[in-house]
């Protein structure tokens, strides 16, 4: 079809705000449901819903609005299973002499717009996505003649750069840039007081329909789908925010660490999806937090603490994405080659740590961030599980799994497979950490205190295996030292006895 000078707008499933600057100009907006952005990744069902539900929202209000919309729903399309493919049969089909689109978070999708646009001869303008704090010349000057990226520095940055939470004066306010002395703390024997009721999203009609297209289309894909109840719309993730704000950011700071069987919420926000999906700007949700603190409404620990995932945490994981990716996709620093055992999927351990955290995650899509990195994430650093099965099952699993935030978090943070450009050392520990910040092994039938016999906690046993190990690699590491020094108080036998422990459970 002969081309003219119609601009077409692709949106992605995680691009979903008119604020965004692409918006600025188009003449028609194109947005499609490809079973291969469900299937690169054994996508969970209740992710999938979540993206899906959100998009077709996302469309009808663009259409209430007059917008001249073409959305392809899942299996409208049958032979176009990627999103590239799909793309390039609708622009062959159509008149558009320009695509345009904002930067998508996953390196891959760019690849798949660049090569749909080649092949169908339509220019296509990527348009920086604003919806972050900061930008890839943010990140770049930030790394410009440093050893060594720490996310505290570049927070500082943010903060002095936005004006959040920082006195007249120049200074921090609080006086001080980071109040976790203050947080981490674990419950006491009896458990979380005063948790509110959450505020949650039951499926409306769009969403059912949503529902049952997925359960048809992803059948045997993990997840269920009769706890579906996420905000699927900014006015949704809004009165979510509100509730949040009133209810948990009190207690988020000092309980943040902190985990207990049956509650999979705690005090967390449980906006990231909503914010991945740009139902929310991170914007909003930063001076909601900051306003709760000048109101007198919540301290400064769980305030500063929260803002600092956000406008911390966040925008530095995907500036490491931006910077380092795509070789970032295939480090392995440790060497570790293990498959991902089985129980990832289904629960069905005798771990009850674990047990607990993948039977909330399968049923709700969420761990908190604790969960994900010191019990799943340690788990299978500990075990020596191959760091790209590790990260396509957090892809896979969780509502908010999006590749830039998740890959570093999953890769870097959790796996140490990059080698520190994220963290400072590996986070291990033995099950006494765990111990510490749950009830957990309460019901367990292993010891997190032992680590020989028949009720070793596999945690334990596989901690000192693991800093044996890798003993002369972590040597260099100041930060590993003192870990080192206790493994050198074991004897021979004691370090025989652990690996015998530890090859039997890695070929249980
Ligand atoms: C192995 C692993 C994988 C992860 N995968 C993802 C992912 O796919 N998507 C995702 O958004 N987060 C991911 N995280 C970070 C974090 O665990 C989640 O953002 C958080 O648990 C989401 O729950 P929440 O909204 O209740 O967060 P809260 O605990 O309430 O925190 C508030 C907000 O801060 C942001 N945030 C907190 N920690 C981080 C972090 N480390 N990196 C980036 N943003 C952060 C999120 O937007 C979150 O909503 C991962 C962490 C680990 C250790
Ligand atoms: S004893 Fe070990 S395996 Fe059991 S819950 Fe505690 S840390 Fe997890």
Redesign the pocket.
Known sequence: MAQTDKTLLVVLGDQLSDRLRAFSSFDAVWMAEVLGESKHVWSSKIRTTLFLSAMRHFAEGLRDKGVEIHYRKLGEDPDCESLGESLCSFLEGSDFGRVRVTRPGDHRVLGELKAACLSAGVPLEVVEDDSFYSSAEDFAAHREGRKQLRMEYFYREMRKKHGVLMDADGKPTGGKWNFDASNRKPFGKGGPERLAPRLRFPPDEISREVIQDVDTALTGHPGELSHFDWPVTPSDALRALES?IENELPL?GAY?DAMWSGEP?LS??????S??LKLLD?RE?VDAAVAAYESGHAPIESVEG?VR??LG??E??RGIYGAFMPEYLERNALGAREPLPSFYWDGETEMNCIREVVTQTMKYG????IQ??MV??LYALLHGVDPKE?HEW??AV?V???EW??L???LG??QYADGGVMASKPYVATGKYIKRMSNYCDGCQYNPDSRTGEDACPFTVLYWDFLNKHRTSLKGNPRMSMQLRNLDRLSQSDLEGIGEAARKIRTK
Do not use: K
């Open positions: 949040f988020f943040q919420y967390h926000s449980l906006l990231a999806s914010i991945n991170p949700v929260f995932q956000i945490w966040r530095f994981v969420y761990a908190h961030h994900r990195l799943t994430g590790v957090y892809l969780y908010d799994a999006v935030v998740e570093p978090n999953t943070m959790s």
